[in-house]
């Protein structure tokens, strides 16, 4: 546990936190004019490892050698040279923070986007401390400034990363589609006809994150994944992407509590843990990894039936009523975020390779397409 203070004055600025994983959707632009909920569960934090924020350099301002020295190997629109290390946390965690009046609006739509720098300042000194994100289509959250906070530990005891073995017991799954609510609207039990029924913005940004790696993965032959809402999330656009010609390469789910996978196994859809960020990994295979949030990944091995929606009002916790109609599925096919997407492959250095390097420059087109 821990607790960021102040580096000019010492005064605390959070609650005691835990450490866990930087989420994938951490960075996601997500539709438009569309209210995202808080990226971060209370009472944690992550660190994300590269420079985010402004300044920023476009990518002609950059030379190739200095983006491969930064793990960036393809065209991206811009850099950052922000530093790196940032820290978010749900904005609720925050204490003795005020926002700062003039820099409150910088380059915002429906909120505050800290477009312009950390619009938050430490209430004791008044040094600006951190970015407060509140805008549409983007998670609410506070990133607290690297460079003008410090970590010092928290009293308490310490507790150890949960097992992959209590996490499978833990079962807490990621829905795959969502109510997604306009900002500005509020939404009322029974009520769902008011908002549009969606895939889940953090399954499309895991799917954006995890294609990447099964478009390296497949060496540019084809790839076949499992029926069912696996082949719904990803064969649409891997049958778009990849050729039709050369002897496909198999994936398959993988993970803590499923059965070895077989020899003639090429790719595995494997868990990332929520709290280290460990991928989960085989012995004595030499199958690809290919990485998704543990919540998506358990839902994908162990689906749950849809649930009613109340014709009106809500029923009591625990209490389902097998009259009611389903919750709506959404009606267009599953895409994969793109933004979550381009970052992923450009940071592999497989991208090098002109098929790839095809791929992420006609991401545009691919997108106009329908398969992101």
Known sequence: MFVFVCAACSAELTTPLSQVALPVH???????????PVLM?????????????????????????EAAAR????????LSDGAPGAIVIAPGDARGTVLIPENRGGGYCCGLDGADGPNVACVACALPV??????????????????????????????????????????KGTPPFEPIAT??????????????????????????????????????????????????VFQHALDALLPAGPPARRAVLAGPGRPA????????????????????????????????????????VFPEPDLPVPASGGLPNGIRDDFDPPA????????ADPGTFRHTLVRLPAVRSPWLREIVDGLTQHSRAGFF
């Open 41 to 65: 569960e209370s009472g944690t934090f992550a660190v994300d490892s590269e420079p985010w924020g402004p300044p920023w350099r476009t990518w002609e301002e950059v030379h190739p050698d």
């Open 328 to 335: 709506p599925r959404p009606h267009h096919l599953f895409r």
């Open 261 to 300: 996978p077989g020899g003639d196994t090429d790719i595995l859809l494997v868990p990332s843990h929520p709290q280290t960020g460990e991928v989960w990994a085989p012995v004595g295979t030499a199958a690809y990894p290919v990485p998704l949030p543990f919540g998506v990944w358990l839902w994908l």
């Open 71 to 78: 793990g960036v190997y393809a065209p991206v629109y811009a």
């Open 130 to 171: 951190a970015s407060r994100i509140d805008d549409c289509s983007l998670w609410q959250a506070m990133w607290l400034a690297p460079n003008a906070v410090r970590r010092l530990p928290a009293d308490g005891a310490d507790a150890a990363p949960l097992s992959w073995a209590e996490l499978m017991a833990e079962g």
């Open 26 to 36: 951490a960075h996601q632009k997500y539709g438009n004019g569309i209210q995202l």
């Open 183 to 232: 900002w500005g609207s509020r939404m009322r039990a029974g009520h769902w006809s008011n908002h549009q029924w969606s895939w889940s913005p953090q399954w499309e940004a895991a799917a954006g994150r995890a294609l990447a790696h099964l478009l390296v993965a497949s060496e540019g032959r084809p790839v076949i994944v499992p029926d069912g809402l696996v082949g719904e």
